[in-house]
Nanobody, 119 residues
Framework: QVQLVESGGGLVQPGGSLRLSCVAS????????MGWYRQLPGKRELVADI??????EYAESVKGRFTISRDDAQNTVNLQMNSLKPEDTAVYYC??????????????WGRGTQVTVSS
């Protein structure tokens, strides 16, 4: 079983910045992908994802403003969010997938952290 703990959400003014972090713990053998999603009315959308080789994927709406990074030694994924807009307001969820020490695969979600962009 893998647990994810997210931190870094909060209230920020338009144009401001926040940094989200997510730490994975448990019987982890290896991690393939690490990413962030956000919950919008009616759907959960991918914000950014980073693969084990370092390749990244971003939603069009956040390209140039958000940067995802990972620290494999710490099983951590970060999301640096700059130039935040009111439409970025959402609950952000960490998602991590990989293999356990018993060779089973896992795909885990965090509980979510609220990001509110408002003046």
């Amino acid at each position: 079983q893998v647990q994810l703990v997210e931190s870094g959400g909060g209230l920020v003014q338009p144009g401001g910045s926040l940094r989200l972090s997510c730490v994975a713990s448990g019987q982890i053998f290896s991690i393939n992908h690490m990413g962030w999603y956000r919950q919008l009315p009616g759907k959960r959308e991918l914000v950014a994802d980073i693969a084990s080789g370092g390749s990244t994927e971003y939603a069009e709406s956040v390209k140039g403003r958000f940067t995802i990074s990972r620290d494999d030694a710490q099983n951590t994924v970060n999301l640096q969010m700059n130039s935040l807009k009111p439409e970025d307001t959402a609950v952000y969820y960490c998602n991590v997938g990989g293999s356990l020490t018993n060779q089973y695969t896992f795909d885990s979600w965090g509980r979510g952290t609220q990001v509110t962009v408002s003046s």
